[in-house]
């Protein structure tokens, strides 16, 4: 009867040390990570492009101009000749030779402004045009002065509130040109003043 008991008392020992065995690191994640955790998306955007810079230009256009934009009667570059561009408002357009689509008598302007869209701040944006002005007064603004945007030449700009940092009254063209950088052909683009052409 002792000898049952014993063997008894031995079967059960084993099989609590068993299942012990069993459930040793219960809860523990033992699976291996074998792909990389992936970082949760942040809601941030790069905006390293966005209004900073000007790789956010609209470099073509439909070659509509604003309302009561009067053409040049005697330009130095009548439409359909060609001149070297002498400006670099975006990449591949310094030396690039335009081929001139419109030539208009106004005032313009280089601003800075901040995208309605949230973009970085825009500094001495080259060039927006007098017509192209919210409530346009008559007479030409001067350096300093505050102006509503209506043009969109980069996102973000119409309707943005915008200080003049230049002002300049001259003949201003609209032009074809091949960018020289990847060879993209820019139509109607808006705008390059005067003095930043050249005879070829």
């Keep these: 009867m002792i000898r049952k008991r014993v063997l008894f008392a031995s079967i059960i020992i084993a099989m609590i040390f068993s299942l ?3 459930f040793d690191g219960v809860g523990e994640d033992t699976t291996q990570q074998d792909e990389p955790v992936q970082p949760e998306w942040s809601g941030q955007t790069d905006l390293s492009n966005s209004g900073g810079n000007h790789t956010e230009m609209e470099h073509s256009s439909s070659g509509e101009v604003p309302v009561g934009l009067e053409e040049a009667v005697n330009p130095t570059y009548p439409v359909d000749s060609t001149a070297t ?3 670099d408002h975006m990449p591949g357009m310094d030396g ?5 689509s419109g030539a208009f008598d ?3 302007y280089s601003v800075s402004y901040t995208p309605v869209n949230g973009g970085e701040a825009v500094e001495n944006h080259k060039w927006v045009i007098h017509e192209e002005l919210e409530k346009t007064q008559a007479f030409p603004y001067a350096e300093g002065d505050a102006v509503m945007l209506d043009a969109e030449h980069m996102t ?5 509130s915008a200080a003049v940092d230049s002002a300049e009254q001259t003949t201003v063209y609209m032009i074809n040109f091949e960018d020289t950088k990847i060879g993209e052909e820019i139509t109607n683009h808006q705008w390059v003043t005067e003095s930043e052409l050249t005879v070829e």
């Excluded at 690039?96 to 001139?100: G, S, V």
């Excluded at 973000?156 to 943005?160: L, T």
């Design 96 to 100: 690039a030779i335009a081929t001139i």
């Design 106 to 108: 106004t005032t313009a």
């Design 85 to 87: 561009i002498q400006a």
């Design 20 to 22: 012990g065995a069993c």
């Design 156 to 160: 973000g700009m119409k309707g943005a």
